[in-house]
């Protein structure tokens, strides 16, 4: 969607290996976001970002770190890839109080 | 977080209008009521929100109960590009310790038939 791209849109990837996705915005909002989403469960929120170098868990976090130097970008790394963590991966972001735009997704797949 | 409630899946006929229920009846009166959709292989999209008051945009309208236990998405003509999962999820105002994140259901599913 406008003001917001994730990268790599697909990826395969083995068993043990580190892994970071990137979420990248141009519209200057605050507040960042991961998801994951899997068939039978939805959407699930990794971990959230409320300003630069400021990050918390969400729902699912174990596995999973992020980091965001600056306002733009904000990483989501698997530090050692599992079979159940390949997903549908969604990155948001969102202004106070507006509405969230979501990317397009990155399909991660683990091998 | 507070929860919300939706139906599983609802059918429509093109053309027809759709009201998607919500129920939320722990919601805190400063939590925001907003509705996303996804089509399919796509990310989820915003459709419309509100706090009180009904809402209208080009995309839905919004209708909020009284005591704000419940809402109900409003699409006025349904197409055939309508069919989706549409959530209703609570969002906490900034600075209330939630940072505004968004906790996803399982929505509701929309079949609109030609």
């Known amino acids: 969607d406008a003001g917001i791209t994730q990268s790599p849109r697909h990826k395969v990837t083995e068993t043990g290996t580190p892994v970071t996705l990137r979420c990248h915005q141009t519209?200057?909002?605050?507040?960042m976001y991961w998801y994951r989403q899997d068939p039978g469960h939805g959407l699930r929120l990794i971990h959230y970002?409320?300003?630069?170098?400021?990050?918390d868990k969400g729902e699912v976090s174990d596995g999973y770190s992020v980091s965001r130097s600056k306002t733009e970008d904000f990483l989501l790394t698997l530090e050692s890839a599992t079979s159940s963590q390949t997903s549908v991966y969604f990155c948001?972001?969102?202004?106070?109080?507006?509405?969230?735009?979501f990317g397009s997704g990155t399909r991660l797949t683990v091998v | 977080d507070a929860k919300t409630t939706q139906p599983n899946s609802m059918e429509s006929n093109e053309e027809e209008p759709v009201h998607l229920p919500c129920n939320h009846s722990?919601?805190?009166?400063?939590?925001?009521i907003h509705w996303y959709r996804q089509l399919p292989s796509q990310g989820p999209e915003y459709v419309i929100h509100?706090?009180?008051s009904n809402v209208n945009n080009r995309m839905a309208s919004l209708a909020i109960a009284e005591d704000r236990k419940s809402s109900t998405l409003i699409l006025h003509r349904a197409t055939l590009r309508d069919a989706a999962v549409y959530y209703c999820?609570?969002?906490?105002?900034?600075?209330?310790?939630?940072?505004?994140?968004?906790?996803f259901g399982q929505g509701t599913t929309l079949q609109v038939k030609p």
């Open positions: 948001a972001i969102s202004g106070e109080r507006w509405g969230y735009t």
């Open positions: 519209e200057n909002h605050r507040y």
């Open positions: 970002s409320y300003g630069v170098k400021d990050t």
């Open positions: 722990t919601i805190s009166g400063t939590d925001y």
């Open positions: 509100g706090l009180t």
């Open positions: 999820i609570l969002r906490a105002p900034d600075g209330s310790g939630n940072t505004g994140k968004l906790i």
